[in-house]
């Protein structure tokens, strides 16, 4: 009889410590988890904040942008067309929309049907 006691002493035991192992693992495995999602907000947001960067950008750069022609062309461009980069300073006419330059008389260039 005391033998049998003392292997059900010893299984209990070892359930006991089994299960105190299980349980420090699962807050281990807690852990880990909480650690990872912070690490992948940390490493979102500089991506979320680029984003934004670039929207705003480009919000401010269609509100700022103006419209070039020559005095002697028929056609006005957006900033970055090659034809207006290849327009002499002296003959530069500088619109601050669209309207402006239709107005004038101007016909849009492709650069400016494309934006």
């Not at 807690?30 to 690490?39: P, Y």
């Not at 002499?88 to 601050?96: A, G, L, Q, R």
Request: hydrophobic share 30%; glycine share 2%; charged share 35%.
């Amino acid at each position: 009889m005391e033998k049998m006691d003392r292997f059900q002493r010893n299984t209990i035991r070892s359930f006991r410590n089994v299960k105190k192992d299980i349980l420090d693992l699962k807050g281990q495995l807690t852990r880990i988890v909480e650690n990872q999602e912070k690490l992948m907000n940390i490493l979102s947001e500089p991506a979320k904040n680029s984003k934004k960067k670039q929207e705003s950008e480009s919000v401010v750069r269609h509100k700022t942008k103006n419209f070039i022609a020559s005095k002697e062309g028929e056609k006005f461009h957006i900033p970055e067309c090659p034809f207006a980069k290849n327009i002499h300073p002296k003959s530069k006419v500088i619109f601050k929309s669209k309207t402006k330059a239709l107005n004038a008389g101007y016909k849009p260039c492709e650069c400016v049907k494309k934006s």
